[in-house]
């Protein structure tokens, strides 16, 4: 209730800029996703920003335009949102399909009993190689580890 009270005294005070740390950490499913709502009604009118920090990644891929991504006191990343998701591909196939992928195009990966799950560049994977989109969450946990060798 105090996080909604602040938005809401944030909000009533004509801001044309939000900087909001954690807004939607603590809040239930429903009132987090009503209060993302407030926040894409806010950011409509093209005079109003919203600068958010946040660790719920599902909350960044709804409500914002552009991703910075900080680890260690280091922008990784900074990027429009639709950009990133295009750029980075999430490659799952064996160790030794691995070992043939142009290492140059990988950012990380992992191997487990399974094989091997690595983000790649997008158009630098070769067309015969399956591969899903990579989430944000993936982009970002990716870029925090080395590839294997």
């Given amino acids: 209730m105090k996080m909604k009270l602040s938005i809401?005294?944030?909000?009533?005070?004509?801001?044309?800029l939000l900087i909001l740390?954690?807004?939607?950490?603590?809040?239930?499913?429903?009132?987090?996703?009503e209060l993302l709502d407030v926040f894409?009604?806010?950011?409509?009118?093209?005079?109003?920003?919203?600068l958010l920090s946040s660790h719920i990644l599902s909350d960044l891929e709804k409500?914002?335009?552009?991703?910075?991504f900080i680890h260690g006191g280091q922008i990784l990343f900074s990027e429009p949102k639709d950009e990133l998701l295009e750029k980075y591909a999430l490659v799952k196939c064996?160790?030794?399909?691995?070992?043939?992928?142009?290492?140059?195009?990988?950012?990380?990966?992992?191997?487990s009993s399974f094989g091997?799950?690595?983000?790649?560049?997008?158009?630098?994977?070769?067309?015969?190689?399956a591969?899903?989109?990579?989430?944000?969450?993936?982009?970002?946990?990716y870029f925090t580890k080395e590839a294997i060798q």
């Avoid at 091997?116 to 190689?129: C, K």
């Avoid at 591969?131 to 946990?141: F, G, H, K, V």
């Fill in 40 to 50: 894409l009604e806010f950011i409509q009118d093209e005079g109003h920003s919203i």
């Fill in 116 to 129: 091997v799950e690595a983000l790649a560049f997008r158009d630098r994977i070769s067309p015969q190689t």
């Fill in 8 to 16: 809401a005294a944030a909000l009533s005070h004509d801001s044309r």
């Fill in 131 to 141: 591969w899903d989109p990579a989430s944000i969450e993936d982009i970002m946990l």
């Fill in 63 to 68: 409500a914002c335009d552009y991703i910075t």
């Fill in 94 to 111: 064996s160790e030794a399909e691995y070992l043939t992928m142009d290492q140059s195009a990988v950012i990380g990966a992992r191997k």
């Fill in 21 to 33: 740390d954690e807004a939607t950490s603590g809040l239930d499913p429903i009132v987090r996703s």
